[in-house]
């Protein structure tokens, strides 16, 4: 693979892992949790994303279109058959209002190198450098591995951002050059984590079990009121990371923090711009007690807990 879509690299980040980091976003996932904020990471290839309220009327998508996108009712007015549409990108291409765009850019690795070496002295000055996220990044071993393994070279820290499902090779491949892995863990009940994301958390549970003893992990759970936040969802959360480093023999290898990231519904303009139905619209974001309430819960078992990553 020469290129590989990525929907957006983020300077300056200080919640991605340790010092100062550059995040790689790598688009494509195999899940589909309904409280994702990056409905533009789902897919594999590039999806057209349209925001009406910046659309200025010059018509001049209507013109490039040559799939019949564009339709005139009996009115005489002009709308958008997206059914139609096959992501050719070519009104993005000519929007200069910035009402359509496509989610991701092809680039290819030396280009992703170029983008973040430019702050090399940051992340050797805070002792950070460079997260892979997502998306999953994790479907893309190949190129992780050859990313990875230039950063360790130069003396950065390396990270990965992952919902670990994808197959255990995926991680033996990259894990000698990885520094931290951020896991998911989203639902322990298999039942539910289905139902809510799409996919059976068995694999998930096992790679978790596999790489805590190769590297360093830091646990992330996403609360989302009524779907993962009951007192038997922490209950079950504590007692699997806690059964987790019973089995770990190196001490510095065990699973000492947790990040609980409060539930937002930041992305919703992004799923009306691609024309997607966001299915949790009556959940709320939980409230400051409701957090304070499940740290504390798993602080008693000695765990470090952090609020927001």
Partial sequence: MDSLLIFNIQKYCVHDGPGIRTVVFFQGCPMRCQWCANPESHEFEPELMIYPDKCIGCGRCRSVCGSGCFLTDENGEI??????????????????????CMSGKLMTLDEIKKNVDRDMVFYKNSGGGITFSGGEPMC??????????????QGVTTAVETCGYVPFENFEKVLPYIDL????????????????????NKQILENLRKISQKVRIVVRIPIIPGINDSDEDIDQFRKFITELNSHITELNSRIDTIHILPYHNFGLNKYDALGKEYLLYDIKSPSHECMEDIKSRLELFGFKVITGG
């Avoid at 892995?181 to 059976?200: N, P």
């Fill in 181 to 200: 892995v951020m896991y998911d863990l989203k639902i322990m009940d298999d039942e539910k984590h289905i139902k809510y994301t799409g996919g059976s």
């Fill in 140 to 153: 893309f071993p190949d190129q992780i591995y050859e990313l990875a393994e230039y950063y360790k070279k």
């Fill in 79 to 100: 709308r958008f058959e997206r059914r139609k549409c096959i992501s050719c990108g070519n009104c993005a291409e000519v929007c200069y209002a910035g009402s359509r």
